[in-house]
């Protein structure tokens, strides 16, 4: 994700003036930087006593973007390779004012920071003695900071505002395995259409509502989070809904973002690549309702459908947060309940029941015209997120007053009929006759959430296309053909993300446990396009056709080489071969 703030650092500041212009403002970050530089004032090296005062334009977490006078800060890579790690503070020090690291610098020129697989060839001369002979040799300070991540989001946005203070957007965050572009994009929407100006940030764009430009990360580094806040404040954004990965939450790149709501949609299998197991996912996902890492939390919109919800209530409630809660099942007591939902190729009708624990159950009708169940959660969730905030033309709303809450749901749901929904997700490719949908399904439970939403809409058969990433969590692989198979009438195969796997390696793990009944379901072409031509020429006017897994994605990576491919396009082109638009 490449971003620069509207108007670029250009006057040299230190760390102290940085502490003495937060104080007020950010008693935190004053207080972490103090502690900072305190301890390295206890360091043997004179030259580290000396950083308080270096003027310096930038910080940099890059350092090939390094120009004279930034600060590099050093961060621990996800993959342990300590030749890299060396090489970039090497390579920093030449340009850099000073460096802010993460890892212990003297550690780093020593044997004992090289992990047993990097394969370094090391000799004498790697001794801590001798490693703090190079340290002191280079052209730069390197400060020691093991905690950096705890408030360098916070020490960016002060040094981004101290040339040109700016009022940065309110901050809705979404989190989850499914839904955040959907939500994010909706919440957006409504507060855009009762009266703010608003942005998004996250897997389909980055940028204010109609100006998005594509996004290589859900969610992007400190440093470009911090950067991209900063520019939407410059551009009058008043709201921010942006996706909280759990990349993100884990390695707290949002860190200093002022997240006033959070929302929770679902966990299910996903990124187990990364995460050891689904209790260190689930524990990534709830740190976006903790305090101690979002102090401006204020409300919590949390699914309580989900197996996983109770991780998060429990660590909003332990945060003194405002519980809302929403649910598809009208048995259940939440704070928002589709009571009842009408669904049609149009759209869906929703009776909305809301209930604030104060004895009163209200009852609105809504009609939405987004396609499928699990979108008529994403919108609860939106609403939700949009009332807490107070979003409405007079950004007055006392969210602690049942009737000004109940005023304020009516002004949010009015606008309901006029969204739109996210691009690829459970978009529709105009046709003559049939119905052809590009969602960006890649998991069992998101799959699964489509074809179950999308059989109630079917009059004819449901046919779905999808394949799995290359490089990423075989396991999912069996997982997603099931979840294909259990969904679909029909089910097609092919090729997803291939990365550097064979593709049909990838297919055949896909197969394994299939039998001989869901084999004679299941057509297998690993060519994506001629897959989808394929399910042009044989649906039937009445069946849908569903093309998952990749949705806002304009490109298919084979072999580290990104292709132009864009689902929605090759759909569109097969179904005027097709004669059917």
């Known amino acids: 994700m490449t971003m620069s703030p509207s108007s670029p650092s250009s006057v040299t500041v230190t760390l102290q003036q940085l502490i003495e212009a937060s104080g007020s403002n950010n008693r935190s970050l004053q207080q972490a930087l103090t502690a900072m530089l305190k301890a390295s004032m206890h360091s043997s090296s004179n030259q580290m006593a000396s950083v308080v005062n270096i003027p310096f334009q930038q910080f940099r977490l890059d350092s090939r973007q390094l120009a004279s006078n930034d600060v590099f800060v050093l961060l621990k890579s996800q993959i342990a390779n300590c030749q890299k790690s060396r090489d970039y503070l090497y390579q920093a020090a030449n340009n850099a004012a000073f460096i802010l690291s993460e890892i212990d610098p003297i550690a780093l020129l020593t044997k004992a920071n090289v992990p047993p697989h990097a394969n370094i060839t090391l000799t004498t001369e790697h001794s801590q003695s001798s490693a703090k002979q190079q340290l002191a040799s280079l052209s730069c300070p390197v400060l020691y900071v093991p ?63 109609g100006a998005l430009v594509q996004a290589s990360h859900t969610t992007g580094d400190a440093l470009a989070v911090q950067q991209f806040l900063y520019q939407m404040g410059s551009e009058s954004a008043e709201l921010l809904a942006l996706e909280a990965s759990s990349h993100g939450l884990d390695q707290q790149r949002l860190q200093g973002m002022p997240v006033s709501v959070a929302i929770y949609t679902n966990l299910s299998r996903d990124h187990l690549d990364y995460h050891a197991d689904m209790a260190e996912y689930a524990a990534a996902k709830a740190k976006l309702f903790d305090k101690a890492h979002f102090p401006e939390l204020t409300h919590a919109i949390i699914n309580i459908d989900d197996e996983y919800a109770q991780i998060m209530l429990d660590t909003a409630h332990a945060s003194n947060l405002i519980v809302w809660t929403y649910s598809l099942e009208p048995s259940k007591t939440a704070t928002f309940v589709a009571a009842d939902i009408k669904p049609s190729l149009q759209g869906v009708e929703i009776s909305l029941r809301t209930d604030f624990d104060d004895g009163k159950v209200n009852s609105l009708d809504i009609v939405s015209p987004l396609l499928g169940r699990f979108n008529v959660a994403n919108l609860l969730a939106a609403v939700a997120a949009s009332v807490a905030l107070g979003a409405n033309t007079d950004n007055d709303i006392d969210v602690d007053n049942d009737n000004d809450i109940n005023d304020n749901i009516e002004r949010i749901t009015a606008v309901v009929p006029q969204l739109q929904g996210a691009i690829g997700r459970m978009q529709r490719v105009p046709s003559n006759d049939g119905c052809f949908i590009v969602d960006y399904a890649h998991t069992p439970d998101a799959l699964c959430q489509v074809l179950t939403s999308l059989k109630t809409h079917c009059k004819g058969q449901l046919w779905a296309v999808f394949g799995c990433g290359g490089d990423r969590d075989t396991g999912k692989r069996p997982l997603m053909a099931q979840a294909g198979l259990v969904g679909a009438d029909k089910v097609i195969l092919t090729a997803d993300n291939p990365r550097t796997e064979d593709p049909n390696a990838i297919l055949q793990d896909m197969q394994a446990g299939m039998s001989t009944e869901q084999y004679q379901r299941t057509h297998i072409e690993p060519a994506r396009q001629t897959a989808i031509e394929y399910a042009v020429n044989q649906a039937a006017a009445d069946d849908i056709v569903v093309i998952a897994g990749k949705g806002h994605e304009t490109y298919q990576e084979i072999n580290n080489v990104r292709y132009d491919f864009d689902d929605s396009v090759i759909l569109h082109n097969a179904l005027a071969q097709a004669g059917r638009i």
């Open 147 to 209: 905690n950096i991540r705890d408030f360098l989001g916070s020490l960016i946005q002060a040094r981004l505002q101290y040339q040109q203070p700016v009022k940065l957007p309110a901050v809705i965050a979404v989190t989850g395995t499914n839904g955040k572009t959907t939500i994010s994009q909706l919440v957006a929407q409504l507060t855009q259409l009762t009266g703010m100006s608003s942005a998004v940030m996250g897997t389909a764009g980055n940028g204010k509502l």
